[in-house]
């Protein structure tokens, strides 16, 4: 016997989740209207072409939460939330668009936004992002949350290395990072190969590491 999928089913009484979407191709507009208003806790109540009508009638505008496109006709998407989100803070902001840019999602979050979805793989996650999003979580694409993470992990161990290494210890590892020997970077400091040799113990010690390459990936992993 074949299953079906299973359905959300709206509580009594729950309030009915508000959407206002930014889009400016029809098409893609008409699909994600017709996706969210097959649900039953939900419905695109507002339609924008752009970002200058959707600024012009925020006030006015009863939404819970806001699909946002990023590349509009004149302003853009990311400025339009910049400028919107202070008016009505309990508005929630959803970044809905081709980019999966580091550049462009970590612009957006600091604009205001709460949650980042690539449109290419969002149909079968909208709603439920939607709901989340409304909830209070932050839904975004998988490939768009490995960036955030990578990201935090990244500055994470550029702040313990910042942390646990002296100054002249940093020095020897950036220095070992452009491949010089110890050696070299004792002649280029006019100190002995022992001491370079020792302040690359300390760090490795520190580090947890064993060696050059392993100190150098830690710190350093886009080298």
């Given at each position: 016997?074949?299953?079906r ?13 508000r959407?206002?979407?930014?889009e ?5 507009a008409?699909s994600?209207?017709n996706i ?10 507002h339609?924008?072409?752009n970002?200058?009508?959707?600024i012009?009638a ?7 939460v806001?699909?946002m496109d990023?590349?509009?006709p004149g302003?853009?998407?990311?400025d339009?939330?910049r400028?919107?989100k202070?008016?009505?803070?309990f508005?929630?902001?959803m970044v809905?668009t081709?980019y ?19 449109k290419?793989h969002a149909?079968e ?5 939607v709901?989340d999003?409304h ?5 975004m694409?998988?490939a ?7 990201s935090f992990q990244?500055?994470s ?5 910042d942390?646990?290494l ?16 110890y ?5 280029k400091w006019d100190?002995?190969t ?11 010690a520190k580090l ?6 392993e100190?150098i ?5 886009d080298?």
């Amino acid at each position: 016997m074949k299953r079906r999928p299973l359905r959300y089913f709206q509580p009594m009484g729950t309030h009915r989740i508000r959407i206002a979407l930014v889009e400016d191709n029809k098409d893609i507009a008409r699909s994600i209207k017709n996706i969210l208003d097959a649900e039953p806790d939900m419905s695109v109540d507002h339609l924008f072409a752009n970002a200058e009508e959707f600024i012009a009638a925020f006030m006015r505008t009863e939404a819970d939460v806001v699909l946002m496109d990023i590349n509009l006709p004149g302003k853009n998407g990311i400025d339009a939330i910049r400028e919107t989100k202070p008016l009505k803070s309990f508005v929630q902001f959803m970044v809905l668009t081709v980019y999966e840019s580091p550049a462009y999602v970590f612009e957006a979050l600091c604009a205001g936004a709460t949650g980042y979805l690539v449109k290419g793989h969002a149909s079968e996650l909208l709603a439920e992002a939607v709901r989340d999003l409304h909830a209070g979580g932050s839904p975004m694409s998988s490939a768009i949350a490995r960036l955030v993470v990578g990201s935090f992990q990244k500055e994470s161990l550029q702040r313990i290395a910042d942390d646990q290494l002296t100054e002249r210890e940093r020095s020897v590892l950036d220095q070992l990072a452009t491949g010089l020997l110890y050696k070299e970077i004792a002649a280029k400091w006019d100190i002995s190969t022992e001491t370079v040799r020792k302040h690359a113990r300390n760090i490795y010690a520190k580090l947890h590491v064993r060696s050059r390459i392993e100190a150098i990936r830690k710190v350093y992993p886009d080298r």
